[in-house]
């Protein structure tokens, strides 16, 4: 690395910051690891810019405790002069949890709704992209630290299935999971502005809006 990537000159012309001493400073003070972070920082976005031959990457999330909310009123649309205006009160006909897997190359996504987010649901889904994926493919999967993503039920799946392994992004560094910037379309585009009067209306809207994106 050059000088200039290694130290940054600060605004105030106050001197260098060396990023090296700080990673080791941070290290050595039991702080938030930034080698490691870095590390698994390179290996995501190594899967995005290189990805392994005969391989597919996915970027996998849950959406937990999605509302099916009805609206007392419509929603009344933003017209020159007249910001949009929607009711304050709401019906709450209940959650569901959407969990969902990029592709990283193509775009499509991969969705299963389900009333929880537990490590067997995590593995349920896991089965779901394997049934979906070619057989010839090797199976890259960017997710969290999710507790339910490390349990033994998932460790055993994966035993069971080498073609696939896990990619953990580092704490507090979910921006880095594509399929988040995915989720950010569903809310904007779907659920802000949607009025669902039960829990299969919202089941369904859903599952239309990923058929829908992957046409």
């Known amino acids: 690395m050059t000088e200039a990537g290694n130290g940054l000159q600060t605004a105030a ?5 060396d990023t090296r001493a700080v990673a080791r400073a941070s290290d050595g003070a039991g702080g938030v690891g930034w080698r490691r972070a870095a590390g698994k920082i390179r290996d995501v976005v190594g899967l995005y810019l290189a990805p392994p ?21 419509p929603v009344l649309p933003m017209v020159p002069g007249t910001p949009e ?5 709401y019906i709450r006909h209940g959650t569901v949890d959407l ?11 991969i969705g299963k709704l389900s009333a929880q ?9 896991l089965d779901e992209i394997d049934r979906q994926t070619s057989p010839g493919l090797a199976v ?31 704490s507090y560094s979910s921006w880095i999971n594509q399929v988040e910037r995915w989720f950010a379309e ?5 659920l802000e502005r949607g009025v669902f009067c039960s829990l299969d209306e919202l089941r369904a809207a859903l599952e239309d809006w990923i058929k829908t994106w992957n046409e």
């Open 13 to 17: 012309g106050l001197g260098r910051l």
């Open 53 to 73: 031959a005969n391989a597919v990457v996915f970027a996998v999330d849950e959406k937990p405790q999605i509302q099916a909310l009805e609206r007392t009123a």
């Open 85 to 89: 205006r929607r009711s304050f009160d």
């Open 99 to 109: 969990f969902a897997a990029l592709n990283t190359a193509t775009g499509k996504v």
């Open 117 to 125: 987010r537990r490590a067997v649901d995590f593995r349920d889904f």
């Open 140 to 170: 890259h999967v960017i997710c969290d630290n999710l507790s339910a993503h490390k349990a033994p039920v998932v460790h055993k799946w994966l035993l069971a299935h080498p073609r696939f392994e896990l990619h953990f992004t580092s």
């Open 186 to 190: 569903l809310e904007r585009r779907c």
